[in-house]
C-alpha cells in the first residue's frame, strides 16, 4: 500500500524555524492519485497524546490545531507527492515526534515519524 516519508526535524532555537516533508510513495498499489488524499501532521510530545497540528485536504482546505495558528503553514505539492509543514517562531512546546498522515477512505497510512527539538 501506499507509504508516508518525513524528514526535516531537528534541533532549532527558540524562535527558529524549521520546514518538515512528507512524501507519498507507492501510490500505485492504492490506485489513488496523491492530489486526491488528505494529508495532515500530527505530533505527539512525551507524556502527551497524539494531536493534530495541520491538514490540507484535496482542495487546498487547510486547517490548523489553536496553539500553532499563526505560526505553522501547511502546503502541498502535488506533482513532487509531498506535502510541507513550515514551522516558524518555534518554542519549547513544540518539541515533539512529527507524524505524517495520508487519509483517503479507505486507506489510513502514517510514517514513522521526525523528532523536533527546540532547545537553547
Known amino acids: 500500500q501506499a507509504q508516508v516519508a518525513e524528514s526535516g526535524g531537528g534541533l532549532v532555537q527558540p524562535g527558529g524555524s524549521l520546514r518538515l516533508s512528507c512524501t507519498v510513495s507507492?501510490?500505485?498499489?492504492?490506485?489513488?492519485?496523491?492530489?486526491?488524499?488528505?494529508m495532515a501532521w500530527y505530533r505527539q510530545a512525551p507524556g502527551k497524546q497524539r494531536e493534530l497540528v495541520a491538514q490540507?485536504?484535496?482542495?487546498?482546505?487547510?486547517g490548523y490545531g489553536d496553539s500553532v495558528k499563526g505560526r505553522f503553514t501547511i502546503s502541498r505539492d502535488n506533482d513532487k507527492k509531498t506535502t510541507y509543514l513550515q514551522m516558524n517562531n518555534l518554542n519549547a512546546e513544540d518539541t515533539a515526534v512529527y507524524y505524517c498522515?495520508?487519509?483517503?477512505?479507505?486507506?489510513?497510512?502514517w510514517g514513522q515519524g521526525t523528532q523536533v527539538t527546540v532547545s537553547s
Open positions: 498522515n495520508a487519509k483517503y477512505a479507505p486507506y489510513d497510512v
Open positions: 507507492r501510490l500505485t498499489e492504492s490506485r489513488v492519485r496523491f492530489s486526491v488524499w488528505t
Open positions: 490540507i485536504t484535496s482542495n487546498h482546505r487547510t
